[in-house]
């Protein structure tokens, strides 16, 4: 038997509701169903206060299906999800990141979209551990062997790096789709007396799956809890699903929680009758309790009219793939599985979909700040540009098949947004930002400054945000300073989500994210925002002499930055200023559409520091006088170089003139250009030669990781 | 032609479209030899790659009827996964291996023409041309490096067309990245021509793919 997650108060409340004691499959059942990662038990009453409505969400958080949709004119929607296999990919990176993927493309092609795009966000810890270069090859790895075997472009994403995620590897995965508006299937059936049609075969792998993301990791005994990845079965799902969407009813990915979750959230309140001997098995000997909890990948469940079961098995059976009426719906209300001609599984569909919800406890953790270190600027300027964080990733995405679908037009490691086309001729923007230094010290900022950033970041391609889906990833909800952060960091999402309006479409919940000990990660919410290139696409170019302009203000605000964790943790907390995200994010569009920028580039982690590394590195140098850089403190260098606060762009112009007199309440000021001097970054008269920098920058991880 | 778990039909029939050239995609249990004066097996991982690459795919019943047509003397092109099926077929000869730092490689790569004579360069004006590649399997080998030098169309080379080591990135024979056979109608090759065919999408609007896939319409 699986370890069952439930609590013996949850257990009482069940067998309260049902009048009676369930018998072992139904309490794998009850089990699956109210798991964390289906129930969204800790977080659903929180969840609600997102925005999810506005003139372009086709479907959103309320319906949460299995992905939220956004219009994108001309009759199509880009359908956005985006998930986590955390737990899997602390076990075995290779199996649980390259399901990651499966099971986000498998939720959108069950919306009847199109995967045109993946994006990466990964955070794995210190690389001078000999497990985590471990973890992190095989996390890469895993997402290649994925997403390059069904052919779906990885065009983006993030890898980052914190002691924090030591035994605990965060592995986000955000999948994009497109499909014509009127042809989005649902995944709730609308009628009883459909048939009920299982593709792929059941085994032994990800037993209790959902269950196990639930609980933090026991380091015993959990590879059975791992699935098993096979892309080329993804691969003939993903082109007979998309051949037969507009043949079959409802279409439902069988992910977390497997057949039992995937049937009983099917049904949506309809009852079902389900005969497990009809089940298409890997290995025979399957007990029913594993066939109903199982989480074999590569599986979809249909909803299907009577007359069509024929026709659509036939179009998987041209590929010899195993598809099975298993049964249909009914309109009682009751989830009922048979196993060998007797009933094991009879439970209301009212139990099962509706948990018992929580509001746990919560407690400000105070951080206390330390007084300002003294620190060497040349020396921090150094340190920072060498971080992992910031160097080229290019070891990791040049394993993705990232021009796959012949759509990707700004790729990965080129902006700070990727730009995908769409069928109807106009461009995407995504970008995933996360940042849990930050929200460490106020998790609320943090929830501000993750949905302002990426708005920036696609402003300097020129697109304008218009949706996003979100991903909490922390501890275990029932620690009060844990779950004080959850609450603020959902605060502050809302809050600016709202703002931009880039309404919340969709999105998971992780919580039991920690480490051997028992410690918390570090509150990582990720936010991925997609936006549409308003009207010229900025491709980045730089030459000599041109002028930096800077937009935005420095401000004394240094706790939480990439320089305070270096350095530890000193000063006040950025707050985030969300008009002036906005307003300078709109003066950059407008900059781009009138001509007037060759390179955009937001400040963000690490300053404008790293912002100027990013002209370094493309074989030019800066020279930049501190009297131009605005900042709220006189002349303090430090903030003026690292201060992380947001509104912040650099632009490379050869009009600087233009953004001085256009600027509209933005604070703009020029403050250098572009030289010729290779690797140079010269600030008043000081220059620093920065050649081992940059050489560090293209090659840190071939020698790291490729040397081990 | 589709296998399962090839990924890049659709783009090389819009490249095809892009170039003028009359073509559809057919799956490979309904493929009519007689109906087609060419084929192009494209890129993807064909029967999930779970031997060696295109091994599976090569022996098939659907390739027994790409060799029929080969006899006939039209044109065969494989890209990618298709030149692996090429090579694990015997269409073409020589092999190719795991890639040299025994991981997948994709990014750009300058590439130089070494022959004229056949269906895709024919005609070319241009001696250095850019597209990407993205495989883990295209180190190209040949036990006999004269004549595998007899055959190579494509050379991977610096930005002037360096023949370097240095420019080679999965560590190909004498930087080979294409051959064809010595009448030049049945070519493999490891870049993705297709991928190089939108101005959109090439990152300095240049289209050389199309270029080679435009030889197939004067053919």
């Known amino acids: 038997m699986v370890k069952l997650t439930l609590s013996p108060f949850e257990m009482e409340i069940a067998r309260k509701r049902l009048g009676r004691e369930p018998n072992e499959a139904e309490w794998a059942t009850i089990d699956a169903l109210w798991s964390e990662h289906c129930s969204y038990k800790s977080s659903k009453v929180y969840l609600r206060s997102f925005p999810s409505s506005g003139e372009r969400v086709v479907m959103g958080i309320e319906d949460w299906q299995d992905a ?38 498998r939720d959108i092609i069950s919306k009847g979209a199109i995967p045109i795009a ?92 959902a269950s196990f993301a639930s609980r933090k990791l026991s380091g015993e005994n959990e590879i059975g809890a791992v699935q098993i990845a096979d892309p080329f079965a993804g691969k003939i799902v993903l082109d007979v699903t998309l051949s037969i969407a507009d043949k079959v009813e409802a279409i439902k990915d069988l992910g977390g929680g497997g057949l039992v979750v995937g049937v009983t959230e099917m049904a949506n309140g309809f009852g079902a009758v389900v005969d497990l001997d009809r089940v298409p098995l890997r290995v025979s000997d399957l007990t029913p309790e594993e066939i109903l909890i199982s989480e074999t990948q590569e599986r979809m469940l249909f909803a299907v009219k009577e007359e069509r079961v024929k026709e659509i098995c036939a179009e998987f059976e041209y590929y010899e793939y195993p598809c099975a009426e298993i049964g249909y719906f009914t309109d009682d209300s009751v989830i009922r599985f048979r196993y060998r001609g007797k009933e094991i599984v009879n439970l209301p569909s009212e139990l099962l979909v509706s948990p018992p919800l ?86 609320y900022e943090c929830g501000k400054y993750i949905v302002a950033e990426a708005y920036r970041n696609l402003a300097t391609v020129g697109a304008k945000g218009i949706g996003i889906v979100d991903h909490l990833q922390f501890g275990d909800p029932r620690k009060p300073e844990v779950y004080y952060t959850f609450v603020e960091a959902l605060r502050g999402i809302a809050e600016a989500a ?32 997609a936006g549409l290139v308003e009207d010229k696409l900025l491709r980045g170019s730089i030459e000599e002499d041109l002028s930096i302009v ?35 994010s709109e003066l950059v569009v407008q900059g781009i559409n009138r001509g007037k920028i060759l390179f955009a580039k937001d400040i963000g982690r690490g300053g404008l520091v790293s912002a100027l590394f990013s002209i370094l590195v493309r074989g030019y140098g800066v020279d930049i006088r501190s009297n131009g850089i605005k900042a709220d403190i006189g002349d303090d260098l430090l903030v003026k170089l690292f201060s992380e606060s947001t509104g912040r762009f650099i632009v490379l112009t050869k009009e600087p003139e233009w953004f001085l007199e256009n600027k509209k309440g933005v604070i703009a000021s020029v403050i250098g250009k572009v030289t010729k001097s290779s690797g140079v970054l010269k600030i008043d008269d000081k220059s620093l030669e920065l050649s081992k920098e940059i050489d560090n920058y293209y090659n840190y991880f071939f020698r790291v990781i490729e040397n081990d | ?149 007899r055959f190579a169309v494509l050379y991977y080379v610096g930005p002037k067309g360096e023949v370097d080591e240095k420019y080679n990135p999965n560590g190909s024979l004498l930087n080979i990245a294409s051959i064809a056979n010595e009448e030049g109608n049945i070519i493999g090759m490891m870049p993705h021509p297709e991928r190089a065919s939108f101005k959109l999408t090439s990152p300095d609007g240049e289209t050389d793919g199309l270029l080679l896939f435009r030889g197939l319409k004067k053919w």
């Not at chain 2, 895709?120 to 190209?140: D, F, N, Q, V, W």
Request: aromatic content about 8%.
């Open chain 1, 358 to 443: 929580f509001m746990w406890e919560v407690r400000k953790h105070k951080r206390p700040s330390i007084e300002r270190p003294k620190i060497d600027i040349e020396e921090a300027i150094r340190k920072v540009v060498s971080h992992p964080d910031f160097v080229s990733k290019e070891w990791a995405y040049s394993q993705f098949d990232y021009e796959v679908g012949t759509s990707t037009v700004i790729k990965p490691g080129e902006a700070d947004a990727a730009v995908i086309a769409l069928p109807n001729g106009k461009l995407l923007a995504v970008k995933g930002d996360a940042n849990p230094d930050l929200c460490e010290n106020d998790a």
């Open chain 2, 1 to 149: 032609m589709k296998f399962p778990g090839t990924t890049c039909e659709v783009d090389v029939y819009k490249a095809l479209v892009e170039a003028s050239v009359d073509a559809e995609i057919v799956k490979f249990k309904d493929f009519d030899p007689d109906k087609y004066g060419a084929v192009i097996l494209p890129g993807g991982f064909s029967f999930g790659d779970y031997l060696r690459a295109g091994s599976i795919a090569a022996s098939t019943e659907t390739i027994k009827k790409v060799k029929e047509m080969a006899n006939e003397g039209k044109i065969i092109i494989g890209i990618c996964n298709g030149f692996q099926i090429l090579v694990e077929s015997g269409l073409l000869e020589g092999a190719l291996l795991p890639n040299l730092n025994l991981r997948f490689v994709s990014r750009w790569v300058y590439l130089k023409v070494g022959r004229k004579d056949t269906v895709l360069t024919r005609g070319l004006e241009k001696e250095i041309i850019k597209m990407p590649i993205a495989h883990s399997e295209g180190r190209y080998y040949h036990n006999d490096p004269s004549r595998a030098e």
């Open chain 1, 550 to 584: 800077m937009l935005g203000l420095a401000r004394d605000e240094m706790r939480g930055t990439f320089l305070s964790k270096l350095y530890g943790n000193f000063g006040e907390t950025p707050k985030v200023r969300l008009n002036e995200d906005l307003v300078a």
């Open chain 1, 498 to 529: 709202k703002f931009f309006n880039t309404p919340v479409v969709g999105g998971k919940v992780s919580f039991y994210n920690e480490n051997k000990e028992g410690k918390a990660i570090k509150p990582t919410p990720l936010v991925v925002m």
């Open chain 1, 118 to 209: 993946l994006l990466d966000m990964i955070r794995v810890g210190n690389l001078n551990r000999e497990r985590n270069r471990w973890l992190l090859k095989n996390i890469i790895r895993g997402i290649g062997f994925y997403g390059n075997s069904i052919g779906v472009p990885v065009v983006g994403g993030e890898l980052s790096f914190d002691d924090t995620y030591d035994d605990n590897p965060l592995v986000d995965v955000a999948g994009i789709g497109v499909v014509r508006k009127d042809k989005i299937v649902p995944s709730v059936v609308k009628q009883a007396g459909l048939k009920i049609v299982i593709v792929g075969l059941t085994g032994l792998d990800g037993l209790g799956g």
């Open chain 1, 68 to 105: 939220g949709a956004l219009d994108v004119g001309d009759g199509w929607a880009i359908v956005l999800k985006l998930e986590s296999h955390n737990h899997p990919s602390a076990i075995d990176p290779f199996n649980g990141s390259a399901t990651g993927v499966g099971g986000i493309i």
